[in-house]
C-alpha cells in the first residue's frame, strides 16, 4: 500500500494512493492523518488495506494524483534521527580532511538526532537565506517504525518497520565544520529536510525491499543531469534493522519515529572512491561527495554547493521502471 | 495561567491548574491537548484564561490536583532542544578532563537536538536498565514556543515564549565519551527526559521572570539531602531570546517545541568551582558536576552516579515558598 498526506492543517490529510502514483483515494474517513495512523496501525491498517484494494480495482471514486500537491507524508513527526549505513560516505568525508575513520564505524552506527518539528513536502522548494552556507542536497532512504521496546534486537526490530520513504536531507555544510567543532552534532546545519510524495508499506516493495534494505537503484539529478545512479542495496553496512535496534539500546522509541539511512553511496566497482556519472561512475548521492573525491584527487573542490535556481531531483524506480515513491523535484530559493 | 496534562491517550488532556497548585479544571473542552493548545494560542487562550479566573475564584466546579497523576504537561513534542546557558557547566566538564574551554563559548551556545517521542512525567519513575551506563539528573529550565520565524532577534524570540517549566534531563554518563567522539551528538546517551507537573505562562510568573530567564532558587534533593540551590538567574550567560534565536538562524520553528537551558549552574561566590550544600556551597543540579569538583580538588571523582533506588528531587519556589512548577521527585528503578 502506497500513502501520502495532502495539505490540511498542520499534519495534512491521509490519502491511499495507487501503486502506479497516478490516482487517490481519500482516506481521512478512516483516520484523519498520517500520525494517527502509526499510532493505531492494527485497527487502521485493515480499513486502508481494503480501501486500497477498492482504489486498485476502480471499485471506489478516484482522484487524480499530482506528486506536485501532495505534502510530505507525515508533515512533522515526534522523532526524526539519522544513520550511517552507507560507511563509504562516511570514510570520504573524513579521507577528504586527511582523517583516518575509526574501525568501531564499521561496527557501531553514526547517528544524529534531527529536527522533525516541520517536515516539508517534495516539491517545495529549499528555502536557502544565504548561499555561503554551502547548501547541499542527501538523497537517502527512511523508513517509519511503529512503537519499539527498548533493547530490541536487530532482527525483531525490522518488524516494526511500517513505512518506507526518501528524504533530501539539506545540510548546510560550510556551518558543520564548526558546529560538529563544538561537539554536540547539528542543529544550525541541518534546516528542514524533504520527504518524497510517498511513502510505502514493505509487503508492498516486493522484492525491491529485503532484510531492511532497499535493492534498487537511487537516481539523482542536478539541474538535470545524471548526478548519481547508486545501488542502495549495496555496500550498506547496517541495514534498519540495525539503525532501529541501535536507536532503542537505551529507550523505548514512539510510533512516527523516522530514521533514516543517511547518505547513500557506493564505491567504484574498481575500489575507488567513486566517479562522476558523465565518467562512467555511479556518481553521487550528494555534492559533498564529488568535492571530496575532486580534493582526493587534485587537492581541491571544483563542484560548487548549491545556488539559488539550483535543482535536484531524486527518485528509486522499480524493476519495470515506474516511480516507486514519486520524485523528491525541487528548487533552490530565496526565501 | 498554570497548565498540565493528565493521562489521556498518547498526548494527555489539557487541564488548568490553580496557582497553589491544590486544584485543577477540565480543559479539553476549550481544546483537547497541550499541543492542540500551543498549535492555536491565540484562539484558545482568551477562554482558559477565563476558566483559569473562574477555577481561581471557586466559580466552577474544581478538583483536586495531585501532582503525581499529572502526565508530562507535553508527552511528546515535534521538537526537543537543550543549549548551554549555564557556561559554567560546560566549564567545569572540559576542566575536569584537563580541556580549555574555547572562548567562543561565552557568546556562541551550544546547543543539542533531543529525543522528544516519549516525554515522561514529573513522579513516573527514571527507567534504568544497566547501572554501569553511569546514570545522572540535569535539573534545568525549559521554555515552549509558539511558531517562531526564521531569523529571529532574540529580544523578538522572547515574544514566543508561552509557557515555563523544569525538566530533568537525564543522561547516562558512561555512554557519552564515546558517543561525543563519534562526532554527531547525543543520541543513546540520552534516554527519556521527564517534566515538571505543571507549565506555567510567563504572565503568571511575576517577577521571578525577566529578560528570558528565571530569577528563582533552583533546589535540588538526592535521595531526602539538598544537593543543590543554585541561583537560576545568575550566571546565565545566555538567556531563553538567545538560545531560541540561535535554534531559528537557518530555519523556522514550529508551535510547541521545548527548549532547555543546560544544567544550571553557579560558581561559588569566591569564584572557584562550587561547593557542595553540605559544605556551605551552592551545590549542584547534576552528579556529574559534583565528580567534575572532586576531581579537580584530589584527581578522582567520590560522588557515585545514580543506582537503583535513588530518588532525586527539583523544584522552584516564589518568594512566598510556594511551588512555581510542581516538584520533579522520582526514583531509579530496574525496568
Chains 1, 2 share one sequence.
Not at 276 to 295: D, F, H, N, W
Request: with cysteine; net charge negative.
Amino acid at each position: 500500500m502506497k500513502l501520502g498526506s495532502l495539505p490540511q492543517g498542520r499534519d495534512g490529510r491521509l490519502i491511499v494512493v495507487s501503486d502506479d502514483l497516478a490516482w487517490y483515494a481519500d482516506a481521512d474517513h478512516i483516520v484523519p492523518t498520517m500520525q494517527g495512523l502509526l499510532d493505531d496501525w492494527d485497527r487502521h491498517y485493515p480499513q486502508l488495506e481494503a480501501l486500497s484494494i477498492e482504489l486498485a480495482h476502480g471499485a471506489i471514486p478516484r482522484k487524480r494524483f499530482h506528486e506536485r500537491e501532495a505534502c510530505a507524508p507525515l508533515p512533522r513527526a515526534f522523532q526524526w534521527v539519522d544513520g550511517s549505513a552507507y560507511v563509504n560516505h562516511v570514510e570520504l568525508v573524513r579521507k577528504a580532511r586527511g582523517a583516518e575513520l575509526p574501525a568501531s564505524f564499521w561496527s557501531d552506527p553514526l547517528m544524529y538526532q534531527g529536527g522533525s518539528d516541520d517536515l516539508r513536502g517534495a516539491r517545495e522548494p529549499v528555502l536557502l537565506a544565504d548561499e555561503d552556507w554551502g547548501c547541499d542536497f542527501e538523497a537517502e532512504i527512511v523508513v517509519v517504525t511503529g512503537d519499539v521496546p527498548q533493547g530490541i534486537s536487530p532482527a525483531a526490530a525490522l518488524k516494526h518497520v511500517r513505512l518506507i520513504g526518501l528524504v533530501n536531507d539539506v545540510s548546510l555544510r560550510n556551518l558543520i565544520p564548526g558546529e560538529l567543532a563544538k561537539g554536540f552534532g547539528f542543529v544550525q546545519s541541518k534546516p528542514a529536510s524533504h520527504f518524497s510524495p510517498v511513502f510505502v508499506t514493505p509487503d508492498a516493495m516486493g522484492d525491491a525491499w529485503a532484510g531492511g534494505k532497499l535493492l534498487r537503484t537511487l537516481t539523482v539529478d542536478l539541474n538535470g543531469a545524471p548526478f548519481g545512479r547508486i545501488e542502495a542495496g549495496e555496500e550498506c553496512t547496517f541495514d534498519f534493522g540495525v539503525l532501529i535496534a541501535h536507536l532503542a539500546k537505551t529507550r523505548r522509541i514512539g510510533a512516527g519515529t523516522i530514521i533514516g539511512s543517511g547518505t547513500v553511496s557506493n564505491r567504484d566497482p574498481d575500489g575507488s572512491p567513486g566517479r562522476p556519472v558523465a565518467e562512467g561512475g555511479r556518481g553521487y548521492s550528494c555534492i559533498a561527495e564529488q568535492r571530496m573525491v575532486e580534493t582526493i584527487a587534485t587537492g581541491a573542490p571544483a563542484t560548487p554547493f548549491l545556488k539559488w535556481g539550483d535543482s535536484v531531483r531524486i527518485e528509486v524506480r522499480d524493476g519495470k521502471g515506474k516511480s516507486i515513491f514519486g520524485a523528491i523535484e525541487q528548487s533552490v530559493i530565496q526565501p
